[in-house]
């Protein structure tokens, strides 16, 4: 059964500052995707990983992938509170394009 | 525009009714899915389908029933057998092995 977990669940930080969240996943994968939502709203696709040692960045926030390790990082720079919201990795399996698996998401708060 | 659109955005039920939620999408897309969201909790799926007049049962099905007459819609019906219907539904939608899905706005159902 795939498992994609992330770490931590809840991150409250000082703005200014760095940090990184882990999404870690149980089978082989060649297809990670980073979602925001904010408090009741729907889902927002951030980026879409689909290679060993993609990187993407968009802004303060960069997202990479290693796909021999299973993981993904998504990293904050320099924080400030318009980021806050949760941050949800999703894997989908090798040679199945039918599903996608959620991680439970990370709720950030970035604290004035 | 081209999007995907949940109705209503708020629903409230009386314990023993089934209640039916709208999902229409005008992106082309073939395959279309349910999720339901708990609060501080990740994505759970219900169903899918992946072609008109198909559909699989994702992880928590029970309770549940879906229709996929038309490829731009995909309604969910919550049933009465459904023990803890309320929470937050998303609807989402996807090229048949695209790079990533789409989401709805949400419909946030309510049963007392």
């Known amino acids: 059964e795939l498992k994609v977990e992330q770490n931590p669940l809840f991150l409250s930080m000082q703005e200014g500052k760095n940090y990184t969240i882990y999404c870690n996943y149980s089978?082989?994968?060649?297809?990670l995707y980073w979602y925001r939502q904010d408090p009741g709203k729907s889902l927002e696709s951030l980026f879409v990983?689909?290679?060993?040692?993609a990187v993407k960045q968009e802004g303060r926030l960069m997202a990479s992938l290693d796909t021999k390790a299973r993981l993904s990082t998504l990293h904050i720079t320099a924080a400030v509170h318009d980021l806050s919201a949760t941050y949800f990795c999703?894997?989908?399996?090798?040679?199945?394009?039918?599903?996608?698996?959620f991680g439970k998401g990370t709720r950030l708060h970035i604290l004035p | 525009d081209g999007g995907i659109t949940q109705s209503p955005k708020y629903l409230f039920r009386k314990e023993g009714q089934n209640v039916t939620l709208s999902c229409e999408q005008n992106?082309?897309?073939?395959?279309m899915y349910w999720y339901r969201q708990d609060p501080g909790q990740g994505l759970r799926l219900i169903y899918y389908?992946?072609?008109?007049?198909?559909?699989q049962k994702g992880d928590i099905a029970e309770g549940y029933s879906v229709s996929r007459e038309k490829k731009e819609s995909f309604p969910l019906t919550v049933t009465s057998a459904q023990k803890n219907p309320t929470a937050f539904y998303l609807c989402?939608?996807?090229?048949?092995?695209?790079?990533?899905?789409?989401f709805g706005p949400g419909t946030r159902l309510t049963v007392t």
């Open positions: 389908s992946q072609i008109v007049n198909d559909f």
């Open positions: 999703a894997v989908v399996p090798m040679n199945r394009d039918d599903k996608i698996i």
């Open positions: 990983l689909l290679s060993n040692g």
């Open positions: 992106l082309n897309h073939d395959a």
């Open positions: 089978t082989t994968s060649d297809r």
């Open positions: 989402a939608s996807s090229p048949i092995g695209g790079l990533e899905q789409y």
